[in-house]
Nanobody
Framework: QVQLVESGGGLVQAGGSLRLSCAAS????????MGWFRQAPGKEREFVAA????????LSADSVKGRFTISRDNTKNTVFLEIDSLKPEDTAVYYC??????????????????WGQGTQVTVSS
């Protein structure tokens, strides 16, 4: 079992920045791929970004490319999501997730085995 705890969300004005963190409980964290998803009110959960176990490969949704950056620090069992130039449409609960599946389609929520509780990001216009 892997426990994930997200932090770093909050209320920010449009154009601002945030850094979300996701801390994992297990030291075998470095063997997994990690992803970020978000869910806005009344909408389905959507893929945001993912990073390979080594940190050498990343994926991003087209809607966030150039503004969102995913990274990880395996020594701290933590994955980060840097969000720049925030827009009101970025308002959502952001979730991190862990995949035990090597080479999976990390854009799909079904590729992930463990999920955090989420952190709220609210962007005011």
């Amino acid at each position: 079992q892997v426990q994930l705890v997200e932090s770093g969300g909050g209320l920010v004005q449009a154009g601002g920045s945030l850094r979300l963190s996701c801390a994992a409980s297990r030291r075998t964290f470095s063997m997994y791929a990690m992803g970020w998803f978000r869910q806005a009110p009344g909408k389905e959960r959507e893929f945001v970004a993912a990073i390979s176990w080594s940190g050498g490969s990343t994926l991003s949704a087209d809607s966030v490319k150039g503004r969102f950056t995913i990274s990880r620090d395996n020594t701290k069992n933590t994955v980060f999501l840097e969000i720049d130039s925030l827009k009101p449409e970025d308002t959502a609960v952001y979730y991190c997730a862990v995949s035990k599946l090597p080479g999976g389609n990390y854009r799909l929520s079904t590729a992930y085995d463990y999920w955090g509780q989420g952190t709220q990001v609210t962007v005011s216009s």
